[in-house]
Each structure stands twice: as C-alpha cells, then as structure tokens.
C-alpha cells in the first residue's frame, strides 16, 4: 500500500471507523503518517465527570493533531437522582422484579460513578483559563454546542429518565460561572455555530453577566447559525423579565450575519406555559439582514408585533417554523407552540402572504392558541410535527390519536404559500 498516492490513502482512511484507523496505521510508517489526522473525531464531547478539558487543551497544543477538531460539544446536565429513580421505578413497574433490580442496580451504579467523577474533577469554571487557551489554538473550530438535555450515557436506563424535563436538576449559580467561562474561552474565536438548551434567561439580568457576555461575545459578528434556548424559571416579575429581554436583545444584535436563528423558550418551572416577549423590547427595529431559517417557540405574544418582526425579514426569509416539541414528555402532545394573547391565527398567517413573498415552507408545532374564548373568533391548534428542524420528514409520533384532536400543520402551510380559503374554519378548536 505504500506504492498508492497519498490522496487514495486519504480516502481510505476517510471510510474507517476509529478502530480501523488504528490498526490501519501499524501497518507501514506511511500509513501511520498519513493516518494522523484520522485519529481523532472532528467533533470533541466534553461531559462533567472527566478530565476532558485537560485532554482538549493537550489537543490544542499538539502541532499536528489540534487541526482535527472543527466542532465542541461541552454536556453540563445533571439528573435528580430521587426524581430519576421514581421516573425510573414507574416506567419499569410491569417488569419482573429480579430484571427491574438488575437495571435500576446497573443504572445506580453508573449514577454513583459519575457523581463521584464529578466532585473530583471540579466545576468546569475551574479550568477557564486551560478552556481558553485550548479553544484559541485549535485552528479549525468553526461550532460549539452546550447541551444540558442530549444526554451522552451508554446506560439505557439513564437516557431514557433524562427525557423527562422533571428528572433534570441545574445549580443556576453554577451554571452562570459555567456559562461565563464558556463565552470567556470564545472571545476572538470567529465561530459559525453556536448553541445552547438551556440557557438561564435571568443571566441576562445580571448586570455583571450581562456585560461578560457583551464584552466576549464580540466574535458572534461571524456566526451564521445561533440556536437559544431560554429558560425563564428565574425571573420573578415583569421588571426581571424586561431586563433580560433586553440584555438578551443586546447579545442577539451582535450576530449581525445570521443566516438561521432560532429562539424557544421552556420554562422548567410550569412545563405547558409561554413565556410573554414582546419583539419590540427585544430587537426594537433590528433586523437580520440575511436571514433564511427562522424558529420561534413556546413565546406569548401580540399579533401585530410577531407579524412586523417577521415582515422585516420579508426580503430573505425561506423557512419559518412556529411551535415546536417544547418539555413534553415522551408520550405528551407537543408543548412548545404559539399563544397570541391579541389577534388572531387566521389575521396572522393571511397577513404573512403578502409579507413574506419568498418563503418556501412553514412547519407548525404544539398548542396554538388565542385568547378570548367567548368570542366566535377564538382559535385553539395542536399540531403535530411533519419534519424536524432540517426539514426531513419525520414518522408519525405513537403519541398522535383521535382523542387528542391532534393535526397536521400542511393546510395552514397551504394557504400561506398558495391561498385559497382558511383551513382554520373547517378544523375543530378547542380550549387546551
């Protein structure tokens, strides 16, 4: 094989897995030259329980292994142990004792193992500066993700309790030093992609949170993919909120070149609710210059004010999703939808064909709902979802039954591209 050019050789090892390129490299000294920039995944987890930060920042100063790294994913959730092991005893309740012990013992057993990992290695805060430094020599880094729900265990048991939003436990205290090490680590670093699950809204709040993220967000001015999601659970009163809005509104303003945006909002304090935003404190009249995809979910909001937003990005928007799965439990209708607590679905979405005149989808998800019930106009919705957020057509959730009164959004994605009459009339509405 030393005889093939360098670029088949490449090619080779580009369809191994990372055992195979192992073993491929102990073959020939070419081979274990040229296999050098397989050995490690483009994409580095980091989890909470392990020295990885150490290990990425021994990457980073590696001359010829730190250019292999182009994406972060850093998982800082936790489980609530009593939560989780109640969760866990319901769904295993019909099972055979002696089985159910053994998975609730192994499932025990790796828990205690990673809360002992935990205490040794320390806060993530720690290590900000080594964070830093790692992220500033790593050449290729263009995404960082930050997950709190996407759980990275191997134990069934384990993933299966951290999809229920009850069973995830999070020190806001903690988070916030987290999440400020985290934006320290990225000040300069021209990033494509950034995400976050779960974001304590109040952070914004805080005047000395807020001017950290100001100050070291700088480098969002080159992201093209921001992805938020908002937990307002730390907000007491329409004065903290309207200080986070706002000082959230100042970081979204950086990211000047944003090509895809979404914003959601689970509040884990009252799973089922929206959160009230108003788009004018938040962007006042900003607008996205080359927007294409836009999210929006689990928001509380005036007609009008939605409506303008959106009528601002008239000029690029392509794709628009509204609603989305929210907190709901695996076997719960999706939560995340739309409440307008003025106007109406039907006066939004003809408005939005004559303002929107290059969008080519819409995908509408959870209870959409509007107030005033007494009045004839009053609209109630429960979508279920077509596609998923890359707009790939997804099975019919097992959760969809006739008893729920669950719909597909595809009429009302008709009648905003191609008119026609309103579907919304001939659905049946009711109160959720």
Known sequence: MDTLPVELLRLIFSHCDPKSVRNLREVTRILADVGYEYLLSSRFTAVS???????????????????????????????SYYDAWSTSWFQHFVTPPDQRNEVMG???QEFDRIEKGRKTVGPLHLRADDLREACSALPNLKDLEITFTQCPLDNDLLREVFDY??????????????????????????????????????IFRLPAHRTHWYTHAQSFSTLETLNLTLDP???QGPGSAFRAVNGLG???????????????????CSESSKFALSFRELFWDFTFKQLTDLTLEGVSCEEDDLKDFLARH?????????????????????????????????????????????????HLEGIFECEHHDLPSHEAYNFYPLTNENWEEVPRPKWVRSSRKTIN??????????????????????SY
Request: proline residues 6%.
């Open 49 to 79: 329980w392990r020295n990885d930060i150490e290990r990425l920042h021994s990457i980073a100063l590696h001359e010829r292994l730190r250019g292999s790294i182009t994406s972060i994913c850093i998982f800082l959730g936790e489980l």
């Open 106 to 108: 192994s499932a025990r």
């Open 165 to 202: 939003p009850s069973c995830r436990k999070i020190d806001r205290p903690q988070t916030y030093s987290n999440l400020n090490a985290i934006i320290f680590a990225l000040h300069g670093i021209p990033l494509s992609s950034f995400k976050v699950d779960r974001l304590p809204l109040e």
């Open 233 to 235: 659970s730390g907000l």
């Open 250 to 268: 100042r970081i979204l303003q950086l990211a000047t070149g944003l090509k895809k945006l979404k914003l959601a909002f689970h509040p884990y």
């Open 314 to 362: 008239g000029s690029t928007l392509l794709r628009l999703r509204l609603g989305g799965r929210g907190l709901a439990k695996p076997f719960e209708v999706s939560l995340g939808g739309i409440h307008l607590y003025e106007g109406t679905f039907k006066s939004l979405f003809t408005g939005l064909r004559m303002k929107l005149p290059k969008l080519e989808r819409i």
């Open 409 to 430: 959004c595809l009429p009302f994605e008709q009648y905003v591209l191609f008119g026609g009459p309103y579907p919304g009339n001939a659905l049946t509405q009711q």
